[in-house]
């Protein structure tokens, strides 16, 4: 199927979800507010505030750290925010959701992110990390279920699913190493890509970043 729309305006993903979301899944109409950001800073990150988005430009404000080199034209939206303003019961109790979407005016990148502010240890670090993986995975598969908006989706040559979490902790096995010594940022500054079957089925990456490290657009 063939969906005549300009695939290169990520302004166009608003409209993808307050109308061919609304409609594609039976939903009462949407009136929401303050839920869009808009960037071409070179360096910003992003924090999730009680449920608001907020961008900061000076560093260590944020949980999510970007740098984007080219000034890439971006719009962030607070997918949390636009779920939950949805009058549907029905469609949204339980309903798991990622708490930002990210894309470029460009075809250059679509990213879903987490973002917590988590110092957690042992199998309670494992559940979060886990839980915020299968918050991105149910939040692509409502998306992809969209065709207009998968059709979107498969136009930009970047496709993530990240976990951003502020706290500076690794994975096992690497970060008991690079903890000893600090060094997450230095040795992995870009992040650490992860497995995931589900979320690549969907020809997404899986990545988490934690700490300082920061996510090349």
């Not at 166009?12 to 979800?17: D, G, R, V």
Request: aromatic fraction near 12%; glycine fraction near 4%.
């Amino acid at each position: 199927m063939i969906f005549m729309i300009d695939m290169k305006n990520c302004e166009f993903m608003e409209n993808l979800l307050i109308n061919e979301f609304i409609s594609h899944y039976n939903l009462p109409s949407i009136t929401i507010n303050n839920w869009i950001l808009k960037t071409s800073d070179k360096y910003f990150e992003i924090e999730d505030r009680e449920g608001e988005i907020i961008l900061h430009s000076a560093r260590d404000n944020g949980v999510a750290k970007f740098t984007n080199h080219d000034a890439l034209y971006l719009v962030i939206l607070n997918y949390d925010k636009f779920i939950t303003a949805i009058s549907s019961d029905d469609f949204t109790t339980g309903r798991k959701r990622c708490d930002i979407i990210l894309c470029s005016s460009s075809d250059s990148c679509f990213i879903l992110g987490e973002l917590k502010d988590r110092n957690t240890q042992g199998r309670k670090r494992a559940k979060v990390r886990k839980q915020s993986e299968v918050q991105l995975l149910e939040s692509l598969k409502t998306l992809v279920a969209v065709p207009e908006i998968e059709e979107f989706m498969k136009q930009k040559k970047l496709r993530r699913c990240c976990y951003f979490n502020k706290q500076a902790q690794a994975p096992k096995p690497i970060g008991d190493v690079i903890r000893a010594f600090n060094r997450l940022p230095n040795n992995f500054p870009h992040g650490f890509k992860k497995d995931s079957r589900d979320i690549q089925s969907f020809d997404f990456e899986f990545y988490e970043y934690a700490g300082e490290q920061t996510m090349a657009l």
